[in-house]
């Protein structure tokens, strides 16, 4: 079993539909910002389900939701059919986009699952689809000295504020029995430090700069902010997430 195969069957990372739901609220809050204006394109790339990308939609003139899980897309298919803003992108989608036709590329959780040679060529797919004012923003990048057991406290902490603590109790006890502990153990996730996300965006050609915040509840994670040489930086737009 990989990745995909993980996440196409039924993952048992959120602890209840209440988890998943204040998960997806906080990532659009996150990402809203960064949509500089609203004739902008937007692709959210390993979105997951999605199930507030409506809130992103909003502010954008199109959205483009993109996801390696064969299960996944059929879920956001049916969830957005009809959305005039929103599009749910085959799996050969991405290589149809259009050069320079992208204003904003979100990745939130999913450099993690990656190997390097699929996150290079990941990098190198966004510089091409990235336009001139564009921007890229990778979240929940893991730093090597956060593990498990920070991320248990982080989901209690978070279970608290939005009330399905409970749930997340259990759900502990469950995941440390669970195929995800076990996965998890045999492919590893990729952790990275601050100097090695920079260094590897400057190696793709891009300019970067770590957020003061992470994009998702876990603030033990990173986010970066990478722009292509000569774009403007962003100004008042990522600042606003960081307060």
């Given at each position: 079993?990989?990745?995909?195969d993980?996440?196409?069957?039924?993952?048992?990372?959120?602890?209840?539909?209440?988890?998943?739901q204040?998960?997806?609220?906080?990532?659009?809050?996150?990402?809203?910002?960064?949509?500089?204006?609203?004739?902008?394109?937007?692709?959210?790339?390993?979105?997951?389900d999605?199930?507030?990308?409506?809130?992103?939609?909003?502010?954008?003139?199109?959205?483009?939701?993109?996801?390696?899980?064969?299960?996944?897309?059929?879920?956001?298919?049916?969830?957005?059919?009809?959305?005039?803003?929103?599009?749910?992108?085959?799996?050969?989608?991405?290589?149809?986009?259009?050069?320079?036709?992208?204003?904003?590329?979100?990745?939130?959780?999913?450099?993690?699952?990656?190997?390097?040679?699929?996150?290079?060529?990941?990098?190198?797919?966004?510089?091409?689809?990235?336009?001139?004012?564009?921007?890229?923003?990778?979240?929940?990048?893991?730093?090597?000295?956060v593990?498990?057991?920070?991320?248990?406290?982080?989901?209690?902490s978070?279970?608290?504020?939005?009330?399905?603590?409970?749930?997340?109790?259990?759900?502990?006890?469950?995941?440390?029995f669970?195929?995800?502990?076990?996965?998890?153990?045999?492919?590893?996730?990729?952790?990275?430090?601050?100097?090695?996300?920079?260094?590897?965006?400057?190696?793709?050609?891009?300019?970067?700069?770590?957020?003061?915040r992470?994009?998702?509840?876990?603030?033990?994670?990173?986010?970066?902010?990478?722009?292509?040489?000569?774009?403007?930086?962003?100004?008042?737009v990522?600042?606003?997430?960081?307060?």
């Open positions: 079993m990989n990745w995909v993980y996440w196409n069957g039924k993952p048992t990372i959120y602890v209840s539909a209440r988890h998943q204040a998960h997806d609220a906080v990532v659009a809050a996150c990402i809203a910002p960064f949509v500089a204006d609203a004739s902008g394109c937007v692709l959210d790339f390993g979105c997951g999605a199930t507030r990308a409506h809130l992103v939609a909003e502010r954008s003139a199109k959205l483009l939701l993109w996801d390696a899980a064969p299960s996944v897309r059929q879920r956001l298919s049916e969830r957005y059919a009809g959305h005039g803003k929103i599009t749910v992108l085959s799996p050969d989608g991405l290589a149809g986009i259009e050069a320079g036709s992208i204003d904003l590329i979100t990745v939130i959780s999913v450099i993690q699952y990656l190997q390097p040679s699929e996150l290079s060529e990941l990098l190198t797919n966004c510089q091409r689809m990235l336009s001139p004012r564009g921007a890229l923003i990778i979240g929940d990048v893991i730093p090597p000295d593990g498990m057991v920070h991320d248990a406290w982080a989901l209690l978070f279970a608290g504020r939005e009330g399905f603590l409970p749930a997340a109790v259990t759900g502990l006890i469950k995941t440390a669970s195929d995800y502990r076990t996965i998890r153990s045999k492919l590893q996730l990729k952790t990275y430090s601050q100097s090695e996300i920079v260094q590897l965006l400057s190696s793709h050609g891009y300019a970067a700069r770590r957020l003061d992470n994009l998702g509840h876990n603030q033990r994670r990173m986010a970066f902010e990478a722009r292509l040489p000569g774009a403007g930086s962003g100004g008042a990522g600042d606003r997430l960081k307060r």
